[in-house]
């Protein structure tokens, strides 16, 4: 398997808003005090005038960008997932959400990959938060290059989109050309196969295509979907690969009571039912450490998806 | 003129909340006067076009006197008036608490407290960058001041230096469950407000003389937002609805109805 290329999906992000803020003038942008970590910073060197710093103060930061749509305006906000998800719950519910208003809240620094910060700044719940919301879109990109895409395409949908980024330098896996047609809702099948189905979001996609290499040795041909679109869920993509390969192993850098693979689930549950496991993290805060060493701790290792996918052919009985 | 219109929408306001059974009559009697004033005088808007780019914007934060705004909104003529009734009911536009997409006229949806400032904010800024000369009008109540959102809110309009946009504070000094200075006390309410940079004018809110030269003042205000504490009677022009706690969020009994619609100057 080739060396994959590492790339940063919050410099895509801030690329993808200077290209915006070029082609659009009804785009702002709004931080909250981590300009120069989310990256709007960038946006704000070339268009000051329309990029606005609210401070440590992220509920006015999200109900003052429901006011900019509501005048017109596209907004995206941003900052650390953790800030701008739970702790501003109620002002995206009502004053974005509820009305429908055109925000894009892109989150970064999500997960336990945050590291050495600790559990009280790694976000491992707001797919939960964000996807029980009427109205709202949520998209976790697979990496750089698919970051851009999303953002691009975030812009040119109206309504609210919650982005799910991270922090670290994260493989590039979508450059083949079955991704680079972003269309918000629509999963992309990164490999065919015949036997399993693994469903990767966020950076675990990269994780679900190394171990459909590592299936290989046993010779399982193992299909992987880069779902990032959470929702909506591309439901007919799913549906048709439980039925073409009868199993199904989802893996995301989340709980994963609540969030994609149990969104998969309740898809599959209700429309075609076939022997699945969940890789995620098992209902616990995370800790201080690196990112390796965290992935490994809480489950989110080429391995554990590996071993679920030998559980769910062992329970088909093969 | 200004006067009546205000009698008129305060009738509406107990016919609404007596016919839906639920609301909050306090509260929206205290606002009356500010919004018969902002809507019959004070605004530039158009009920026939009511996306006009040009108008001014109005955001009712404290959400829970959709009555008032209602029947402001009807008397303008952004719906027939017989709609008034439908508040509260099941299919209805006009929602318990205000919402921009199902209600024409209205400009945000609000009902949980603290958060109309901030979208006052983004509207205010979206004019200046579109270098428009509409302005924006954000009534607050005084129990809201507790939200720390509030606060949020007013270091940033004065950091953006925002002097397009106007708060008007309903200082009924009651919330439900009591007298504001007994729950959470906010005083002194003008000095916070001029510590947090805001041009502060404090008047009678219904005095109609007293609230159209305070938005006169704010409008000559330049480089910071304003606020004008509005000290007002909570269940303003219903003499036992007056000063009382227990009417913020009760409907009137049958006898209630027909005694407030009286003092009102109803049949």
Known sequence: ?318 | MLEEMASKVRRHIIEMIYGAGSGHPGGSLSATDVLVALYFMEMNHRSEDPKWEDRDRFVLSKGHAAPTLYACLAESGYFPVDELKTIRKIGSRLQGHPDMRKTPGVEASTGSEGQGLSMGIGMALAAKLDRKKYRTYVMLGDGENNCGQIWEAAMSASQFKIDNLVAIIDRNKLQLDGPTEKIMSLEPLGDKWKAFGWNVIEIEGHNFREILAAFKKAKETKGHPSVIIANTIKGKGVSFMEGAVGFHGKSPSKDEYEKAMKELGGD
Not at chain 1, 202 to 229: F, P, Q, R, W
Not at chain 1, 278 to 300: A, N, Q
């Open chain 1, 1 to 318: 398997m080739k060396k994959w290329e590492l790339k940063n999906q919050r410099d895509a992000f801030g690329e993808a808003l200077v290209e915006l803020g070029e082609q659009r003038s009804d785009i702002v942008v709004a931080s909250a005090d981590l300009s120069c970590s989310v990256k709007t910073g960038v946006f704000a060197e070339h268009f000051p005038e329309r990029h606005f710093n609210f401070g440590i103060a992220e509920q006015n930061m999200i109900s003052a960008c429901a006011g900019f749509a509501a005048a017109g305006k596209t907004a995206f906000a941003s900052t650390f997932a953790i800030f701008v998800t739970g702790r501003v719950y109620d002002q995206i519910r009502q004053s974005v959400a509820y009305p429908k208003l055109d925000v894009k809240i892109v989150a970064t620094h999500a997960g336990i990959t945050v590291g050495g910060d600790g559990a009280t700044h790694q976000m491992i719940e707001d797919l939960a938060l964000m996807r029980v919301l009427p109205n709202m879109t949520v998209i976790v990109p697979a990496d750089a290059p698919e970051t851009k895409r999303a953002v691009m395409a975030a812009a040119e949908y109206k309504g609210p989109v919650y982005i799910r980024l991270g922090r670290a330098n994260i493989p590039v896996c979508t450059d083949i050309p079955e991704c680079q047609d972003f269309e918000i809702g629509k999963a992309s099948i990164m490999r065919e196969g015949a036997d399993i189905t693994l469903v990767g979001t966020g950076i675990m996609v990269a994780k679900c295509l190394e171990a459909a290499e590592d299936l290989k040795k046993h010779k399982i041909d193992a299909k992987v979907i880069n779902m990032s679109t959470i929702k909506p869920m591309d439901e007919k993509t799913l549906i048709k690969a439980a039925r073409e390969t009868g199993g199904m192993v989802t893996a995301e850098e989340h709980n994963v009571m609540v969030g994609m693979g149990s969104a998969v689930a309740m898809t599959l549950v209700e429309n075609f039912h076939v022997p699945m496991k969940r890789v995620g993290i098992r209902d616990s805060f995370g800790e201080s450490g690196t990112s390796d060493e965290l992935m490994e701790k809480y489950g989110l290792t080429v391995d554990h998806i590996v071993d679920a996918a030998h559980d769910v052919m062992k329970r088909r009985g093969r």
